[in-house]
């Protein structure tokens, strides 16, 4: 049965996603998709009239997914700590995930010519994460919005941005399949992250104190 409407338009973003992670947005034809797609390149053209928007269509698409991945800090655990390491970690976990990294690779590529998919994916990835984690510690620690902005940078900077450029670079072992929230612990060294986290909390309990 052929599909159509918004189900052949949920396809082909399931295959462009697929595709653009494979061979990249240059070596990716709308011909190709097509093909892919086993569907018309009418059919392509009408619900993506260019490569590029199907481009930007499908980094919403990835939004999504990451967003449900990731979750929100309260969801790992009670002591809003602890939900702030674990959540950190996840970050990192994801963060060491092929696909995710080579979107991040193909973003940069793709800088240039698509300034907008650019500033789109690193909103997908670090703009929202960190949005996210701001907002829990404004709401656990009675923070106002710039302080638990400044706080979530800090703390992110500390426990996920060393290590991320390795990774970027090809340092390292990469996960092909999604990363299982419960293997955290496995995947990241949490001892650095809750170490690293208590130190930042202290600083902000410390100054609010001497002010």
Known sequence: MARRG??????????????????????????ALAVR???????????????????LAVIDRVHDLFRGRMR????YAGDPAEATALFCGRFLQM?????????CRMGITEAERLPEAAAQLHEVFFGATTDRLAAYLSDQYGLDAAEGATLAARLLGMTVYPTFPRALFGIGEL???VPDEASIEADVDMTVIRRATASALLRRRDGNAAG
């Open 6 to 31: 918004d189900t052949l338009r949920e396809h082909i973003l399931e295959v462009a996603k697929n595709a653009f992670l494979e061979s990249g947005f240059e070596r990716t034809s709308m011909d």
């Open 37 to 55: 797609a086993e569907t018309s390149k009418r059919s392509l053209y009408a619900h993506f009239p260019t490569k590029d928007a199907l481009f």
């Open 72 to 75: 929100t800090p309260d969801h």
């Open 95 to 103: 963060l060491g995930w092929a696909p995710v990294l080579q979107t």
């Open 175 to 177: 996960r092909d399949n």
